[in-house]
């Protein structure tokens, strides 16, 4: 089945620094990734659309500064959390469509990454 | 406005007994709806879709337009069942976006 893996699976940074998060499709392409936001006990938020080869769809209230995305090939997408504060600290899960003889909306997740900020 | 709304945060049930998980949305149009797991220490992963009308793992869930509801259930649950069930909501326009509800953990006592 189709894989999608996310690296680092946890990371600490220092405040004020930037951290970046990489979310690969495995054995599939994906023109569009999807990432998410979730804190503790609660539902995912989506965050942004990341379309290869064109700029990111970000979703209302979300700093499309502070939360810089690039999807420069089919398999390849990444979140990076600019200048990070306590309050970023959180769980970022990405998911990827897959891209032909896919059903609608067929999604595939990937395990996420762990993020804290001292 | 597009909302999931999954009303239960955690149900516990005793194996063997029927399980109803509830989702209602709220969308203009007309939605596509899913059911997610995530098993402890696992990812997210797809249960089911509405427009399949299938049966995964012994769960059904029938949308219900008139009373804008997705509610998952299953006769006879199992202790393997135990997981974080979230419902979904993708919008017409084919942009794969999701929206999801707040989750249920369902818990199956032995």
């Known amino acids: 089945g189709a894989v999608v893996s996310q690296h680092p699976s946890r990371v600490i940074c220092k405040s004020g620094t930037s951290v970046k998060i990489e979310c690969r499709s495995l054995?599939?392409?994906?023109?569009?990734m999807f990432w998410y936001r979730q804190f503790p006990k609660q539902s995912l938020m989506l965050m942004a659309t990341?379309?290869?080869?064109?700029?990111?769809?970000?979703e209302q209230g979300v700093e499309k500064d502070k939360f810089l995305i690039n999807h420069a090939s089919l398999t390849l997408s990444t979140l990076t959390v600019t200048s990070a504060h306590p309050e970023d600290s959180s769980f970022y899960i990405c998911s990827a469509r897959v891209n032909e003889g896919g059903l609608p909306y067929e999604q595939y997740f990937g395990p996420g990454t762990r993020l804290t900020v001292t | 406005a597009q909302r999931v709304t999954q009303p239960e945060k955690l149900l516990s049930v005793f194996k063997g007994a029927p399980v109803e998980l509830k989702c209602n949305y709220s969308?203009?149009?007309?939605?596509?709806l899913f059911w997610y797991v995530q098993y402890s220490r696992q990812r997210l992963q797809l249960l089911l879709r509405?427009?399949s009308r299938e049966s995964i793992k012994g769960f059904t869930a029938d949308l219900n337009k008139g009373e804008t509801s997705f509610h998952l259930k299953k006769p006879f649950a199992q202790e393997e069942d135990s997981a974080m069930y979230y419902c979904?909501?993708?919008?017409?326009?084919?942009?794969?976006?999701?929206?999801f509800g707040q989750g249920t953990t369902l818990q199956v006592k032995p």
């Open positions: 990341s379309n290869e080869g064109s700029k990111a769809t970000y």
């Open positions: 969308y203009s149009g007309s939605p596509e």
């Open positions: 509405h427009i």
């Open positions: 979904a909501l993708s919008g017409s326009g084919n942009t794969g976006k999701l929206i």
């Open positions: 054995d599939f392409q994906a023109t569009t």
